[in-house]
């Protein structure tokens, strides 16, 4: 692997890994009060965009990060849709 591909799998690990204390707070808490409905809408859809180019395209970085990705915000998503 090139310094290229690590510096993406470095890049998809730190903003992947990022929504995880987010959804362990909303997890735990419940409230997701300051969490922006229409941020979270725009967000999960153009994740799914993303992971949906990312298997047209083959590129296995692109399905993984997104994918990761896709199911922390989902989950915030859900806890907003459900808890308000």
């Not at 692997?1 to 362990?24: E, F, K, R």
């Not at 997701?32 to 809408?41: E, G, H, N, Q, V």
Request: hydrophobic share 50%; aromatic share 14%.
């Amino acid at each position: 692997m090139s310094l290229m591909d690590y510096t993406g799998y470095a890049a998809a690990l730190c903003t992947t890994s990022a929504y995880i204390p987010q959804v362990i707070r909303v997890w735990r808490t419940r409230s997701t009060k300051d969490i922006s409905l229409k941020m979270f809408l725009v967000l999960v859809t153009g994740l799914a965009l993303w992971l949906t180019y990312g298997f047209w395209k083959g590129e296995i970085p692109l399905i993984a990060a997104n994918g990761v990705t896709l199911a922390l915000a989902s989950t915030i998503l859900y806890f907003k849709l459900k808890h308000g």
